[in-house]
């Protein structure tokens, strides 16, 4: 069992940054693929971005890729999102999950494990 809770988010104007951290409990964190979602008001839940079990290979989203950043700290059992020149089309709920590595580490069906989620809201 894997809990996860995100923590970072806020109220941030057009262009700035702002970075969210996810805490995950249990001591096989080391082992998941980590992943960052993101809903909007009305819409479905999306990729954002994605990093395998070491952290060696990290995916993202068309919509984000060059301004976001995932990483993670393994000793620490934590995932970090850094986001720059946010847009107000990030204003979002932002999910972290936690999923073995199996096929497509971007598809949401790929997590067994979800936080609670932590809004993000960017002003013009």
């Known amino acids: 069992q894997v809990q996860l809770v995100e923590s970072g988010g806020g109220l941030v104007q057009a262009g700035g940054s702002m970075r969210l951290s996810c805490a995950a409990s249990g001591r096989t964190f080391s082992t998941y693929n980590m992943g960052w979602f993101r809903q909007a008001p009305g819409k479905e839940r999306d990729f954002v971005g994605a990093t395998s079990w070491s952290g060696g290979n990290t995916y993202y989203a068309d919509s984000v890729q060059g301004r976001f950043t995932i990483s993670r700290d393994n000793a620490k059992n934590t995932v970090f999102l850094l986001m720059n020149s946010l847009k107000p089309e990030d204003t979002a709920v932002y999910y972290c999950?936690?999923?073995?590595?199996?096929?497509?580490?971007?598809?949401?069906?790929?997590?067994?494990?979800w936080g609670q989620g932590t809004q993000v809201t960017v002003s013009s």
């Open positions: 999950a936690a999923g073995l590595p199996r096929r497509d580490p971007r598809s949401l069906h790929e997590y067994d494990y």
